[in-house]
């Protein structure tokens, strides 16, 4: 097949390596197997968990770290099968899943939130639930674009630091309008200028010099250390919307549905994440295989968590 040929569906389907394991699948795989059977009962039951430490503020400033490493990998999946599939109609319901996952998780996060602290919460919260996330979605897409360099081979610094440029310019006049009266918008101005600036001149240098390889240090970490950052995020989120959820049921002396937890979490968080994952880089029977078997533990793991705390 020839660099960036299209191809019917069929065709990606037949075009699998039967017993091939890609490194991100099993990283992501025995990791959730590890975390669902050592840990998700502990941290959602014990005590100090932590989003305790965090502060609600905190919290709500974090899912826009989630939102954007989600982005990043999932237009990372988007990019790479949008140059295989010949089908408009199958790479449009790709965009727009890759598009929904980081929205639900942003509304589902601010009702965990909501469940959290009993109450509903304030508009610095809102803000970065909502609007923050939507800078979150679009810096990641931005980072997720430049990687289909990495994907030849080639290195993507050059296009990395434009891209870090355009953020940094919308992030500068988001934050100063959005949290006019909170934060003092000549200094976010002036912080984000003189970032910009910086970012401008190293763009500026690199426009000159000769393009380069791919740096191993870069794809070993998109191979190792990538896959595991997306883990730790998604776990996180997992363990905000799971308290969330409990703590809200428990005040009002209700008994949560293991379904319906599960409807949520097949549109937001690692379900629909791990099964996006199969397409990247290519279809692995294997990869499906060890997919379905962490996937379940999850959800035996949940359900165990319900049966213990709501006999």
Known sequence: ?????????????????????????????VFLVVWSEFFLYSIITRGKNLYQFLGTD????????????????????????DRKIANATIRTILFLLVLAIPFFMCFFGYLSIKGIIGRE????????????TLF?????????????GADEGKSIMHPRILSLLFITIIATFYISFF????????????SGGLVSLIL???????????PKDLSRAYHYFRRFIFPFLLFLILCFWEELYLWGKIHLVQQKNETPSFLSMVGYLSISGVIPVRIIMILYPRVSITGICTGIVSLGYFLYSLRSLIAGLFP
């Open 121 to 132: 919460p304030d508009n610095t919260v809102f803000f970065w639930t909502f609007f923050g």
């Open 58 to 81: 905190h919290l709500a400033v974090s899912t826009v770290a989630i939102t954007f490493v989600l982005s990043w990998y999932l237009s990372i999946v988007y990019f790479h099968v």
């Open 136 to 148: 979150g979605i679009f810096a990641g897409f931005a980072f997720g674009y430049t990687e289909q």
């Open 1 to 29: 097949m020839r660099k960036h040929e299209k191809l019917p569906l069929p065709d990606i389907v037949r075009d699998t390596t039967l017993f091939h394991l890609h490194w991100h699948h099993v990283i992501f795989d």
């Open 200 to 210: 401008f001149g190293i763009h500026k240098y690199l426009d000159k010099r000769e």
């Open 179 to 190: 949290l006019m009266g909170q934060v003092n918008p000549f200094i976010v101005i002036a």
